[in-house]
């Protein structure tokens, strides 16, 4: 788990790699540019991204996400979710979109 709040993006790495069964990550686009710029970086050449390519899906609300982000994202075969309004109805729809990509 990760010991700061907001996590930093080198953190989310180790505990993508860990075998702690993650199946799925929600953030916001800020924190989802730097873990991507993270995992680019030379010291990660061997993973690039896989960690986000094993995850069923990476759900992010609370902004837009840059189009080239996601195109790039798309383009390397992570499955990308973008959450609207979600704090009323975020439970509910966690839940339902579990069982979509079951």
């Known amino acids: 788990m990760c010991q700061q709040f907001p ?3 080198d953190e ?27 995992l680019l ?6 993973i690039h991204l896989k960690p986000l390519q094993k ?4 759900m992010y609300g609370g902004a837009g996400c840059p189009d080239d982000l996601c195109q790039y994202l798309l383009d390397h075969q992570v499955i990308l979710l973008s959450v ?5 109805s975020f439970l509910f729809l966690s839940l339902s979109l579990f069982s979509i990509f079951e």
């Open 7 to 9: 996590p930093k993006p």
């Open 12 to 38: 989310l790495v180790r505990n993508l790699l860990v075998k702690n069964r993650i199946t799925v990550l929600i953030t916001v686009p800020t924190l989802l540019e730097q873990l991507i710029r993270e």
């Open 41 to 46: 970086e030379e010291k990660h050449a061997d």
């Open 84 to 88: 609207y309004g979600s704090t009323g």
């Open 55 to 58: 995850l069923r899906f990476v």
